[in-house]
């Protein structure tokens, strides 16, 4: 299994919300994408699949092993989806129809796309209840979501995603909506699953510190396109360009601890995040940027790579090496 | 912020241009029909009875041989004014005592939505005929007993309305202040719903029309000789044959307003969608 | 010797179901003393009741037994007058920073709202020279007081609610997951924020968080709260360096960090998250490693390890 984003773009009439999206995921591989709000990383994983909003259009190739999901019809890409590409959502509680059983859920893509009947469905669907570790699989698979809790509920969705076999996992911050100890089981039980079945996955989420333990290779978009990428544990020690290294500096964990205690002040990036489709000419964070030049205005740096692997869009880049 | 947020902008909805169309054309009759008709709606001309459209007049004429087109005119008035009356009155009181009910709760707000469910049990036609029956028919009484059946229509929606606003942060925030549950509804609450009572005044004005048409119809509306829609289909029911523009007139007047307010209301509730609150 | 701006003594909020059963103890028996300038962080997940003690310390809801005692006031045996006059010394800021502001208000008229019980409070030129100056205080502008919230980002509708909460000189803030619905690289503004004020104002705080790096930063003491009551209370840097209580370590653990490095696909044990109650047990019991009989079967009570660093489980100390 091989995904291939080809410059991505998405537009809403003349607004260009994602630009220049590109990167390769090979089989077995696990992708962060980090960004905070209106950076576009949830559009992007809507464009992958093919469910944009009314309006938007998407330009560019998305290559499922060689084949472009972008130019492929409505009903083609209702196959890809779900048999060989699953999705998490962020809310457990609105990605759940609250009026159907947990067990019919989860039976339900089994029988849409492996074709098989509705008893063998009920018992596969116990047993994948079961794999994502279901208190009580058995009581519970006959609950309506309202019954379950928010840790339980994500369990059901992860079992959803999983129950046609896909090759490719995305998962859209599954675990913002949760608690931190429940998020730490959901994320354990997600790394466990992703190595047993040796799925692709991509993660989305703004927190550093989920995409530290759970990637190989990650991803920083900005303001609509990509900043940074390459591997994980790199780009969290060492970041190549201005925005990753303001992020992290940004962490609590990360603040000096030199100095009187209530001192201490957190590195923020000045600023607000600008306004989607509504950017400045030439790089879209140099109005925040602490190493802004005059060179960053006139154009938006082109992407390049800095080192094999590890690709930069920032001209300052050199600097941080 | 979701991707969702960032949906295509709606262009201003066609429902309330046509809406606003069709009822600012009402409006504009009905304060014209005040200083102004062609002939006048209620003098008899025995001889220019029942002729056909253009033949005298532009709508023809009735019986009595009044001008179709200036009793229309009148009408207008007739209907929008009961209307307008009605609804205010029912949303006045409605307003105040669904806001009531959310602000103060238990007990009153128990009392208060069951009165809006009696009131509510009743049919609106039946109310109507009701009270015109034991007060006498006359613009005060219409105005009352169609108002009185709005009252619980704003009770209720101000109430769930009100509740929603009264659990934000920001009605929170105003206790914190220290303010009374007074003033929060006057100055949270209230503007906050304004938008949700503007659709369903609308939605009820066209209901207003309609069942002032109907009370006219059955002779409990406003007395004779003042004009109104209903009353004019009545009289026209004899001459469907013979003279079917006297029906045609008033029947698609009043299908047309209820179809205007209603098309405006549609069209307000989508510009007051709530994706228009959250921030860009 | 510093004042104690607030005193909360064995606050509880229970809250009944039909038939008037209690159906969930919310805040189960919560004392704790914040001296002026002091800052109390409360760390805790959903459940722990951090939410309604927040409400309760405002007076914008009765306990069910307990005291509040701000600047010496026992807020609840307050008559109603006199409380409102007393809400000038304390003030909110809460999480979310779309729900916390009125659409349909204008900037200035949100941050001048709890100036309006005050008899001797600025008005006309006066009180808008007032919130201007408020309003430079959180790094805005004078100018936006004439907008509405929907023109401002959600870290500029924090220092709006900010500013809302400083404008009557509160000496004490209630600070309710201040900075959790925002992009990291605001949080770190809107923190420092906070501690400026906090510094400059002399404020006491009580700020509540679900996030333990957070909190460390900013909190002088820390409690955890667990299904209504603390577990564990101390200085901020001891409860991180060294937590005593099992859930204190939990909440450590799982909070993802840049440092713990790649997650092992380890196989989580099943941990059942059943409703823990306080009443006769330990409530933390059906999910702690260390649990024994005794935990199931008796109330743990708070224990002094060290000065000022208190633990609420039967092996206080153990382990």
């Not at chain 3, 101390?234 to 937590?243: M, N, S, V």
Request: aromatic share 6%.
């Amino acid at each position: 299994m091989s995904l291939a984003l080809e410059n991505l773009a998405v537009h809403l009439g003349a607004r260009t919300l994602l630009a220049d999206m590109s990167f390769r995921l090979e089989n077995g591989a696990t992708l962060g994408i980090v960004g905070e709000s209106g950076s576009g990383k949830s559009l992007l994983v809507l464009a992958i699949i093919g469910l944009l909003p009314e309006g938007m259009r998407a330009e560019g190739r998305v290559l499922l092993d060689g084949e472009d999901l972008l130019a492929l019809p409505e009903s083609a890409l209702c196959h890809r989806r779900g048999a060989r590409i699953g999705m998490i959502f962020q809310e457990p509680s609105t990605a759940l129809n609250p009026a159907m059983r947990i067990g019919e859920q989860i039976a339900e893509g089994l029988i849409w796309h492996r074709r098989i009947d509705a008893a063998a469905a009920r018992a596969e669907s116990l047993r994948l209840l079961d794999h994502v570790r279901m208190p009580d699989a058995a009581r519970r698979f006959a609950f309506y979501p309202h019954e379950l809790s928010g840790g339980q509920r994500q369990r059901v969705g992860i079992a959803i995603a999983l129950a046609p076999g896909p090759e490719l996992l995305i998962a859209d911050e599954p675990t913002t909506a949760l608690d931190v100890t429940v998020e730490s089981e959901i994320l354990d039980l997600l790394a466990e699953l992703v190595a047993e079945a040796r799925m692709s996955l991509i993660l989305i989420s703004h927190d550093l510190g989920i995409i530290a333990g759970m990637t190989e290779r990650c991803l920083v978009m900005y303001a609509g396109t990509r900043f940074e990428e390459g591997p994980t544990e790199r780009i969290l020690s060492k970041p190549l360009n201005p925005y990753t290294s303001g992020l992290l500096a940004a962490l609590p964990e990360r603040a000096p601890a030199a100095g009187e205690r209530r001192a201490r002040r957190l590195a923020g990036i000045p600023g607000n995040v600008p306004s989607a489709g509504r950017l400045s000419p030439g790089c879209r964070f140099a109005d925040r940027c602490a190493m802004a030049i005059a060179a960053c205005r006139p154009a938006e740096p082109a992407w390049r790579a800095l080192e094999p692997g590890h690709g930069v869009r920032c001209i300052r880049a050199e600097a941080l090496l | 912020m979701s991707a969702a947020a960032l949906e295509s902008p709606r262009r201003r909805p066609p429902a309330l241009i046509a809406g606003g169309a069709i009822t600012a054309a009402f409006i504009l009759l009905a304060l014209l029909s005040r200083i102004w008709t062609p002939e006048s709606p209620i003098r008899i001309h025995i001889a220019l009875r029942l002729k056909p459209p253009l033949a005298a007049g532009l709508l023809g004429t009735d019986p009595f041989g009044r001008d179709v087109l200036s009793m229309l005119m009148a009408g207008t008035w007739t209907s929008l004014s009961t209307a307008f009356l009605a609804v205010a009155l029912g949303l006045l009181l409605g307003v105040a005592l669904g806001t009531a009910a959310a602000a103060l709760r238990g007990r009153f707000e128990e009392a208060a939505m069951r009165s809006a469910d009696v009131i509510f049990a009743f049919p609106a036609l039946i109310t109507a005929i009701m009270v015109t029956n034991i007060f006498g028919p006359g613009q005060a009484t219409a105005v009352t007993a169609i108002g009185v059946f709005i009252i619980p229509v704003f009770a209720r929606v101000a109430r769930a309305s009100a509740l929603q606003v009264w659990a934000r942060d920001y009605c929170l925030a105003a206790r914190a202040a220290g303010k009374g549950r007074l003033a929060i509804s006057l100055e949270h609450v209230i503007p906050n719903i304004a938008g949700t009572l503007l659709v369903q005044a609308t939605i009820q004005l066209a209901l207003a029309i309609l069942i002032e048409a109907g009370l006219s119809f059955l002779g409990l509306g406003l007395p004779p000789p003042t004009p109104s829609w209903g009353r004019m289909l009545n009289d026209a029911q004899t001459f469907l044959d013979s003279a079917p523009w006297l029906a045609v007139a008033p029947g698609i007047a009043i299908a047309l307003a209820v179809l205007g307010f209603n098309l405006l209301g549609d069209g307000l509730r989508d510009l007051f969608d709530p994706r228009r609150d959250r921030a860009t | 010797m510093s004042v104690s701006v607030l005193e909360v003594r064995d606050l509880a909020r229970h809250f009944r179901g039909r038939g008037g059963a209690v159906a969930l103890k919310a805040v189960d028996g919560v004392s704790f003393e914040i001296a002026e300038g002091s800052t109390l962080g409360v760390v805790g997940e959903s459940g722990s009741g951090k939410t309604t003690l927040a409400r309760l310390v405002m007076a914008l809801d009765r306990p069910t037994a307990g005291e509040v005692i701000f600047a010496g006031h026992d807020l609840f045996a307050q008559p109603a007058a006199e409380l409102a006059r007393l809400r000038r010394g304390f003030q909110m800021v809460f999480q979310d920073p779309y729900g916390s502001l009125d659409p349909r208000m204008s900037v200035g008229r949100i941050i001048a709202e709890p100036l309006h019980l005050e008899p001797s409070a600025p008005r006309g030129a006066a009180r808008r020279a007032r919130v201007a100056e408020v309003l430079a205080d959180v790094g805005l502008e004078p100018s936006d007081a004439g907008r509405r919230p929907h023109q401002f980002s959600g870290g500029q509708r924090q220092r709006i609610a900010i500013a809302r909460a400083l404008i009557s000189r509160p000496r004490l803030v209630i600070a309710d997951e201040p900075v959790s619905a925002l992009d990291l690289s605001v949080q770190a503004q809107v923190l420092n924020l906070l501690m400026d004020l906090r510094d400059r104002e002399r404020l006491a705080f009580l700020f509540i968080s679900h996030n333990l790096a957070v909190v460390e930063f900013l909190a002088d003491r820390i409690a955890v709260m667990y299904r209504g009551r603390f577990v564990e209370t101390g200085p901020a840097e001891e409860i991180f360096r060294r937590p005593m209580h099992p859930y204190t370590r939990l909440l450590l653990e799982s909070e993802p960090r840049l440092a713990s490095g790649r997650r092992r696909a380890r196989p989580a044990p099943l941990r059942e998250d059943r409703a823990g109650d306080w009443t006769h047990a330990c409530a933390f019991a059906p999910r702690c490693p260390h649990a024994t009989m005794d935990c199931t079967a008796r109330t743990p009570a708070p224990t002094a390890l060290a000065a000022g660093h208190d633990v609420t489980c039967h092996h206080a100390g153990k382990i």
